[in-house]
Structure formats: structure tokens, C-alpha cells
């Protein structure tokens, strides 16, 4: 009698580890059932603002697999249908059909927990008003653009200044709105610390987006129509014809809680190295509603990004499909754009390392991509942040042009490996002028951070 693999949720985690596990044992010896609510299956949620500024045409092309190429596969994929509730005990969950409510239960051998996260939506006034704007699925990113081409007015205003407030606004702008980007941080990106945010807010401001920091969003005003037209702040009023939040993402949680199945401090699901979920012996989950551990911290957060939920869901469909892989953790590594301005970190931010207990240095130096006097050189701002009393590499932001962005990766595989900033400086790193100095950047910052600890007596 062959077992049942039930995964919920139809994206990256989830299909990913059906993927997997079907790779890994045949459709006789494994039936995979698979639930997503929404209209699509495997796609990158990251590509939403680029079809929203264009650079996307179709939305197609975000789509890795399709559901037809899933089932081909021997995976029984159902789309639009939610999981309302998952029995442990009774080894089985209740979906409904949303096109017509129809409900069935679902026996499982195993399970899989890949509810990804939601958009945050404060309880303002007027925040579920028509025009209002969470962007997460393909559903979302297409709502937007039916907004965007039904109306006449050319007001838009983004609320949060993170990634996705950011590379929305940059997308609106685009699309010839007038862009307000309200954000409650001194500067925008507090994935960064506030002296290299204040670059990113001088390429925001110098693309013509008007950025408000410190604003405190208190109502989205609406219209005879119940429609959004401003949103208002504790200081001021803005006009807007649409409203898109980037507020940041919350784990999906709530089914997996409401099952008794153990959640943290920021809302996910809590897994063992193996994405197993804690004190459960048939039950992974992974992806965007699940915490991880922060290898530099030494704590779990949650951090939810695509590259995590496809490595995830690769060990959950090896472990489910009678092999044994591990995930270990993360170094918190993102990179992103508004323009040509690139934008990286990785590791600890200064607030960040503080909270942790470490006393720590900081190095900061202004380098360019390539040699100087090669064509195209761009410059760029690399930071560091070692452990005072061991040189221990913390953290690295990166803001600049072409070239900047991917070095971030040199420091995240440093920060994985433990390694010292000095040791750093002894990095056999390529070099050509047309890629690079003969000191690179990141070896520039490494080096001035060595010299940081050491004035700190350490070494």
C-alpha cells in the first residue's frame, strides 16, 4: 500500500519538496496530493515589481512550472483550494473549493507545510478600501495592474521603504505616476544601517520620488465611491489613486498554530535542522512561514526570501522521499535595485549585533568596480562589522553601482565559514581592471577592519 505525501501550498517550498520526493520514489511507491488557493503554481513573487515596471511582459514568464507540467509528473495538483484545517491526530486535512465551497477531508502519511507569508495591513481606516494594494502573489501583482490601467489619475503612494516599497516605487515611477514613498525609519532600507540607507535615499529622491521618512500612516481616505484617494499621516495628506503597501511580510501560520503545531517568537512554524516540524515525526514545513536560524546571531528569525524556501523545500522532498538532507541556517543575504543603484547585505546590522551581546568595530571605504581608469568604473560604499576582541567577520552592507551588489556574496560565504576580516584579506579574489581593482573592494573593507580590531588590541 503506497503512501500519501500531502503538501499545502503551491510555490517554491512546496513544490520544490513534491518535486523532489517524486524524483526520489516513483508514483507507486508515493501518491503526492498538493493544495494551492491561488491561480498559479511555482513562480518567483521577486519578479512582481519587474512585470509591474515592464521589464516583464507576461506574467507567464515568472511561472517556473505549471500545474499541468506538475501533474504530468504524477503530482495531483488542485488549484484554488485552501486547506482550512489540518487534524494531526487523525493524520488528514479539510480543503475547500473557493469556485464553489465544496469541502473534502484528505488523508495523509506525511506532510508538508509551505503556507508562504501575507502582507502586513495595519488597522487603519480605509486600509481593505478598492485601490489598496498588498503585493505577494501573481494575483496580487496583477489586482495592481488592473488598478493601474482603470484609473485616470497618476498619484501613487507606497507605504514602507524596504525592498519591495522601494522596487515599487521605482516600478510605479516608471509607469509615469507621481510617486510618494512614505516610511516610518529615519532613512529607507533598515535592512541597513542608517548612514548607508541615506544613500539609497539620495538615488530615491534623485529619480524624482518624493520620500517622506519618520511618516506615521494613520488613514487611507476614500472617496464617494469607497475608493482610495489620500493617504494621510500624522503631518500631512497625500493624493492617491492607488496605494501599495510594502510594509513587510508575517509568516502564514495560523493553520499549522490552530493545529497545535509549535510557532516562535516572530510568528513561524519551528522546524528541526531537517525541516521537520518540532515534535513531529510525519510533519516538514518550509519556506516563508517557518523561522530559521541566524548563524552569525545564533537565534532564529524569519527571513523570508525564495532562495531559502527552494533549498528548504529540497531537503523536506530528500527527507520525505527516504534520504536525509539538512538546512543549517542563514547569514541574512539580500541584495535588490532601485535604478542603477544596487544594494546589499549580509549578516548583522549594528542594531542587530548589539541586541546579539557582541562589542564589535566598523569600517566603512569608498571603492570603485573596476580599475580606475577603465571605462565604466563605478564607484561604491562597502561596510564591515567585526567582533571587537576576535576580528570575527559580523556583517557587510554594500551600496553602489553596476558591479556592486553580487560582491556582497564574497563576505556571506566569509560569514558562513567564520573566518576573521584579516583572514579575508588573504582571499585569492579574481582580478582583471575591467572587473575589479587589484584590491577589491570588499578586501579594501576587510583590510580597514583589520586594522579597526587591532586598534581595539585585539590580534
Avoid at 7 to 22: F, H, K, N
Avoid at 217 to 227: A, L, N
Avoid at 341 to 347: S, V
Avoid at 393 to 410: M, N, S, Y
Wanted: glycine share 12%; with cysteine; aromatic share 4%.
Amino acid at each position: 500500500m503506497r503512501e500519501r505525501l500531502v503538501v499545502i501550498g503551491g510555490d517554491a517550498a512546496g513544490m520544490s519538496a513534491a518535486s523532489q520526493a517524486r524524483r526520489l520514489k516513483g508514483p507507486d511507491a508515493l501518491e503526492i496530493v498538493a493544495f494551492e488557493r491561488g491561480h498559479h503554481a511555482s513562480y518567483s513573487a521577486c519578479g512582481i515589481p519587474y512585470w509591474v515596471a515592464g521589464d516583464v511582459d507576461d506574467p507567464e514568464q515568472l511561472v517556473a512550472r505549471t500545474p499541468e507540467e506538475h501533474r504530468a509528473r504524477h503530482i495531483d495538483l488542485r488549484m484554488r483550494t485552501e486547506v482550512t484545517e489540518i487534524d494531526v491526530a487523525g493524520g488528514r486535512v479539510r480543503s475547500r473549493r473557493l469556485p464553489d465551497g465544496q469541502e473534502v477531508w484528505t488523508g495523509f502519511d506525511k506532510l508538508v507545510i509551505a503556507t508562504g507569508a501575507r502582507p502586513v495591513r495595519p488597522p487603519l481606516p480605509g486600509i481593505d478600501a478598492p485601490g489598496v494594494h498588498g503585493v505577494q502573489t501573481l494575483d496580487d501583482g496583477q489586482a495592481l495592474l488592473d488598478t493601474l490601467r482603470g484609473t485616470k489619475g497618476r498619484h501613487a503612494v507606497v507605504v514602507g521603504a524596504g525592498y519591495i516599497g522601494v522596487e515599487m516605487a521605482e516600478a510605479l515611477l516608471r509607469r509615469d505616476y507621481e510617486v510618494t514613498l512614505l516610511n516610518r525609519a529615519p532613512e529607507p532600507m533598515t535592512t541597513l544601517d542608517p548612514d548607508m540607507g541615506k544613500l539609497v535615499h539620495e538615488a530615491v529622491t534623485g529619480l524624482g520620488i518624493e520620500l517622506v521618512n519618520e511618516a506615521e500612516v494613520t488613514e487611507i481616505r476614500t472617496d464617494g465611491q469607497g475608493r482610495a484617494r489620500a493617504v494621510v499621516t500624522s503631518e500631512a495628506e497625500y493624493p492617491a489613486d492607488v496605494v501599495v503597501l510594502g510594509i513587510g511580510v508575517r509568516p502564514e501560520a495560523e493553520l499549522a498554530e490552530a493545529a497545535g503545531l509549535p510557532v516562535g517568537d516572530f510568528g513561524g512554524i519551528l522546524t528541526d535542522q531537517a525541516m521537520r516540524v518540532r515534535g513531529q515525526s510525519a510533519i516538514w514545513a518550509g519556506g516563508d512561514c517557518v523561522e530559521v536560524l541566524d548563524l552569525v546571531a545564533g537565534r532564529q528569525r524569519h527571513i523570508p526570501l525564495g532562495t531559502h524556501a527552494n533549498k528548504q523545500g529540497q531537503v523536506i522532498g530528500t527527507n520525505v522521499g527516504g534520504g536525509y538532507a539538512t538546512f543549517p541556517g542563514i547569514v541574512g543575504t539580500a541584495v535588490s535595485k532601485v535604478c542603477d543603484l544596487e544594494i546589499a547585505r549580509t549578516g548583522l546590522l549594528e542594531a542587530e549585533a548589539r541586541e546579539a551581546g557582541f562589542q564589535f568595530v566598523t569600517a566603512t571605504v569608498e571603492a570603485t568596480s573596476r580599475a580606475g581608469y577603465f571605462p565604466g568604473a563605478a564607484s561604491m560604499t562597502v561596510k564591515m562589522l567585526a567582533e571587537r576582541r576576535t576580528g570575527r567577520l559580523l556583517g557587510t552592507q554594500i551600496v553602489g553601482r553596476e558591479g556592486a551588489g553580487k560582491r556582497v556574496d564574497v563576505a556571506a560565504v566569509a560569514l558562513t565559514a567564520g573566518m576573521t576580516v584579516e583572514q579575508m584579506t588573504a582571499l585569492d579574489l579574481g582580478y582583471a581592471p575591467p572587473f575589479s581593482p587589484v584590491w577589491d573592494p570588499v578586501l579594501v573593507a576587510a583590510r580597514k577592519a583589520t586594522q579597526a580590531v587591532r586598534a581595539h588590541g585585539a590580534g
